[in-house]
């Protein structure tokens, strides 16, 4: 059974750097063809994709965040890290993450998600 | 990377069918065959209804289909049921190797 629950702070001040932790168990990260993604949910708004960890250390970014996030994992740990830099108020939202689909040449979907964490930026 | 455009609402009667669209552009929804949708009720998270377009993972009701023409693709739900009010969101892979949702849509059961 696939799980994954997100944890890290859940008030950050603007213009500080927010670090979340997706901690998992079920697969490994190591695995060929395994991904982790993380997308957000501003209250009342859309789902926005932000970024994807693959098993092989590739990383793909939302283009107008790339500056600002960093994606890393701890293979050992069963952790997926997500920072992202210069927080703004507008960052408010709440953060998942997620694994993608592992069976080739039908893997661009999120089959199973975190709960969510919920991070507010305000001084 | 612009979200998908789908309408804010939908609403219908129990039993009806309803249909949502979600538009995007060749470098995504009209690119590839890989379209998925997602339910959420409030407060929870998204739950996997429809991936490549018309698949279905084990367990999601057939009241629930997919298809896709040119950049559109949509999720019918037949025999609308009153757990089927939610809010509902497409994504798409892309040209550039991301990922891109829709704005959702709030489907209510009259």
């Known amino acids: 059974q696939i799980t994954l629950k997100e944890s890290g702070p859940t008030l950050v001040k603007p213009t500080q750097t927010l670090t979340l932790t997706c901690t998992f168990s079920g697969f490994s990260l190591s695995t060929s063809g395994v991904a982790v993604g993380w997308i957000r949910q501003p209250p009342g708004k859309a789902l926005e994709w932000l970024a994807l960890m693959y098993w092989d250390d590739d990383k793909r970014y939302r283009p107008s965040l790339k500056s600002r996030l960093t994606i890393a994992k701890d293979t050992s740990k069963n952790q997926v890290v997500l920072t992202m830099t210069n927080m703004d108020p507008v960052d408010t939202a709440t953060y998942y993450c997620?694994?993608?689909?592992?069976?080739?040449?039908?893997?661009?979907?999120?089959?199973?998600w975190g709960q969510g964490t919920m991070v507010i930026v305000s001084s | 990377q612009s979200a998908l455009t789908q309408p804010a609402s939908v609403s219908g009667s129990p039993g009806q069918s309803i249909t949502i669209s979600c538009t995007g552009t060749?470098?995504?929804?009209?690119?590839?065959?890989?379209v998925s949708w997602y339910q959420q009720h409030p407060g929870k998270a998204p739950k996997l209804m429809i991936f490549d377009v018309s698949d279905r993972p084990s367990g999601v009701s057939n009241r629930f289909s997919g298809s896709k023409s040119g950049n559109t693709a949509s999720l019918t739900i037949s025999g609308l049921q009153a757990e089927d009010e939610a809010d509902y969101y497409c994504?798409?892979?892309?040209?550039?190797?991301?990922?891109?949702f829709g704005t959702g849509t709030k489907v209510s059961v009259l």
């Open positions: 060749s470098s995504d929804v009209g690119g590839f065959n890989y």
């Open positions: 994504s798409s892979y892309t040209r550039s190797s991301t990922y891109v």
């Open positions: 997620a694994h993608r689909r592992v069976v080739a040449a039908s893997r661009h979907a999120y089959d199973i």
